[in-house]
């Protein structure tokens, strides 16, 4: 068989009495049988672990060449694409959430919101309070 490498590999007694039992049930020689196995599982792996890369790259978190190092190959038109409209969209998203970080600065700047603005020094007062007892409560625990 040319372009092939032998590959041994030990395992238990028990396994290959139960992959003879395999390969006299379905016919199949169990050599055969375990490269079709070995082969699929590898596939799946692979698929896996190419997906993931994917994900990253479409994602930003890599960059082409990137992708190549890992891969062995370069991003895809698609994935460039589908690149393009995440950017796009997260633009958005972070353009909506300056948008309503500003219209809650606008109505915190209004008159009407001077209650608010001891309602939220209440709120710090008591979470601060909160994380004395905690500390206090660990100090006490490690004392004892």
Known sequence: MKNTEQFNIRISKSLIFDLEFISQHIKINRNDWLRTKIAELILKEKRE???EYEK???TGYLTEN???KHTGIFPTEGMKKLRTEHEAYK???DRRAKEIVENTFAQLNSKQNMHFD??????IKKVEAKKKKT???RSRSKII
């Open 91 to 93: 633009r958005d998203d």
């Open 118 to 123: 001891k309602y939220l020094k209440g709120v």
């Open 49 to 51: 672990i190419l997906e």
């Open 56 to 58: 990253k790259y479409i």
């Open 135 to 137: 500390k206090n409560k």
């Open 66 to 68: 990137e992708f190549k």
